[in-house]
T-cell receptor
């Protein structure tokens, strides 16, 4: 079990630029989640995938955010035209899906985004 | 929308004292999970509660799920410095599969 891997660990960019983050889940996990966390707050749900299908997306997520999981393995989260308010830690988590039970989510170390 | 609140936001205890954090949801939950996040770290799963009134123990940690499945608590007996971190509850409710995390309780333990 190599754990959930996220890269880059840190990203500093100027306002208006596009950024893309990558998440590699635990290999046998078919569910993958993206969260955003700001200082002193709990993780805020953004979206999740089951295999390659994006099943739910937060209404808080603007059109500038898009996520993909093309082959049902790794996922990317892209933010277009970044704004100051996008500065946060972006966390990825994965889990096994079993019908009738909710499994624990395993989190990566996150990508910290800073917008200048 | 669904909200999950935790109290207190912050608690500072002397090592050996007990600690409790309370979690309250605005809606009925199908289940609740608890996570611990060390400073600078990521959330780590502790436990899941599913049944109304359920109580589970992990060594010095006791977790409860309310009868109405709208609240939960985590109690730590005789805190140690290794217990330092932020404790989050996270619940699922309604037709959604997304986890809604609580606001968290930051525990500081003075040796």
């Amino acid at each position: 079990d190599t754990g959930v891997s996220q890269n880059p660990r840190h990203k500093i960019t100027k306002r208006g630029q596009n950024v893309t983050f990558r998440c590699d889940p635990i290999s046998e996990h078919n569910r993958l989640y993206w969260y955003r966390q700001t200082l002193g707050q709990g993780p805020e749900f953004l979206t999740y995938f089951q295999n390659e299908a994006q099943l739910e997306k937060s209404r808080l997520l603007s059109d500038r955010f898009s996520a993909e999981r093309p082959k049902g393995s790794f996922s990317t989260l892209e933010i277009q035209r970044t704004e100051q308010g996008d500065s946060a830690m972006y966390l990825c988590a994965s889990s096994v899906f079993r019908v009738g039970s909710n499994q624990p989510q395993h989190f990566g170390d996150g990508t910290r985004l800073s917008i200048l | 929308g669904q909200q999950v609140m935790q109290i207190p936001q912050y608690q500072h205890v002397q090592e050996g004292e007990d600690f409790t954090t309370y979690c309250n949801s605005s809606t009925t939950l199908s289940n609740i999970q608890w996570y611990k996040q060390r400073p600078g770290g990521h959330p780590v799963f502790l436990i899941q509660l599913v049944k109304s009134g359920e109580v589970k123990k992990q060594k010095r940690l006791t977790f409860q799920f309310g009868e109405a499945k709208k609240n939960s608590s985590l109690h730590i007996t005789a805190t140690q410095t290794t217990d330092v971190g932020t404790y989050f509850c996270a619940g699922r409710g309604g037709a959604t599969n997304k986890l809604i995390f609580g606001t968290g309780t930051l525990l500081a333990v003075q040796p």
